[in-house]
């Protein structure tokens, strides 16, 4: 079973182990408890939107660019292609979601 929460954590590990910052130095910066952030790296938590920024701020990446490498993610273990554009009609509302009625 695919976990979001499991993805957010492997993502978020990435980034600070890619920066070779320690748990300890990013929940100091992010002002979340080091089990707390720990928790989170290891998908055992889901993280709240306010501790996901505060995360994703400690990191210095945008909010837009983790949650778009934790949804392609998804996307390869789904084995579905995701476009690189928004679909025409979608950006302005005129088309529903997948699924919307």
Request: hydrophobic share 40%.
């Amino acid at each position: 079973m695919i976990l979001y929460r499991q993805e957010l954590g492997d993502v978020s590990r990435d980034a600070r182990r890619a920066q070779g910052r320690t748990p300890r130095q990013v929940s100091s910066d992010a002002r979340v408890s080091l089990g707390y952030l720990s928790e989170i790296e290891r998908g055992q938590k889901e993280a709240s939107s306010e501790s996901l920024v505060s995360v994703t701020d400690a990191l210095g990446l945008p909010l837009s660019f983790v949650l778009r490498e934790v949804s392609d993610r998804i996307a390869v273990a789904e084995r579905v292609t995701i476009p690189d554009t928004v679909p025409e009609g979608l950006a302005d509302g005129t088309a529903p979601l997948v699924g919307a009625s």
